[in-house]
């Protein structure tokens, strides 16, 4: 089992729409957990963290089920220039500073 | 903002040749990853490092060294390089121990071996 798994889409949505893409991860440890968001051919920039009591920024809300090990990303009103891959991520079982990356999601926003 | 900064965007090199990338960060950061990227396998971790002159095995170090002398600079070196090193390589960097600490990345090298 892949320590963290994310359906890879696409995703394809008109503007305007709401989207919302899960992750699950493996370890029941796990402390730290962050969506970020990679453009085609750039890095990956961090979008947020997600806390154990649900955080949003603007037009996106993550939360955390820690019970269910289960990461939720939700992107309101969606806009062209959403279209992106997002990463789950989450800290590695032997250390809180390295990361394990998902594959990421793939979500198009069409006009 | 943090910068990381890596020393190339686009690099072609032949096979057999001894290859560096580097990457500097200017947060006085304690961590440094390197990371090489391709189509339908996600990030894999090479090597990283949590101090000057530590360095620690990530998933995929065959076929490559790193160094860290100074706390800022951080290089990947192909001893001999192969086509199936042909990849995008990210460096990234991120604070001291703790929870939430994101790492954040330079623009990345896109490497072909020839």
């Known amino acids: 089992r892949k320590e963290v798994e994310q359906d890879p889409g696409p995703f394809n949505v008109p503007e305007g729409a709401t989207v919302a893409f899960n992750c699950t991860y493996s370890?029941?440890?796990?402390?730290?957990f962050f969506w970020y968001r990679q453009d085609c051919r750039k890095e990956p920039k961090l979008l947020m963290s997600v806390y154990s009591s649900g955080n949003e920024d603007g037009r996106f809300t993550a939360q955390l089920n820690r019970a269910s090990q289960y990461i939720s990303l939700l992107i309101r009103d969606s806009k062209l220039s959403d279209s992106a891959t997002y990463l789950c991520v989450v800290n590695g079982e032997d250390s809180s500073y390295k990361l394990i990356f998902g594959s990421g999601t793939r979500l198009l926003v069409r006009p | 903002d943090v910068k990381v900064t890596q020393s190339s965007r686009y690099l072609v090199k032949r096979t057999g040749e001894k290859v560096f990338l580097e990457c500097v960060q200017d947060?006085?950061?304690?961590?440094m990853f390197w990371y090489r990227q391709d189509p339908g396998l996600g990030l894999r971790l090479i090597y990283f490092s949590y101090d000057v002159k530590m360095k620690e095995k990530g998933d995929i170090p065959e076929g490559y060294s790193v160094s860290r002398e100074k706390k800022e600079r951080f290089s990947l070196i192909l001893e001999s390089a192969s086509t199936n090193q042909t990849s995008m390589y990210l460096c990234a960097s991120s604070p001291g121990t703790g929870v939430y600490q994101p790492q954040h990345f330079g623009d990345g090298t896109r490497l072909s071996i020839l």
């Open positions: 947060m006085d950061h304690e961590n």
């Open positions: 370890n029941s440890a796990s402390q730290s």
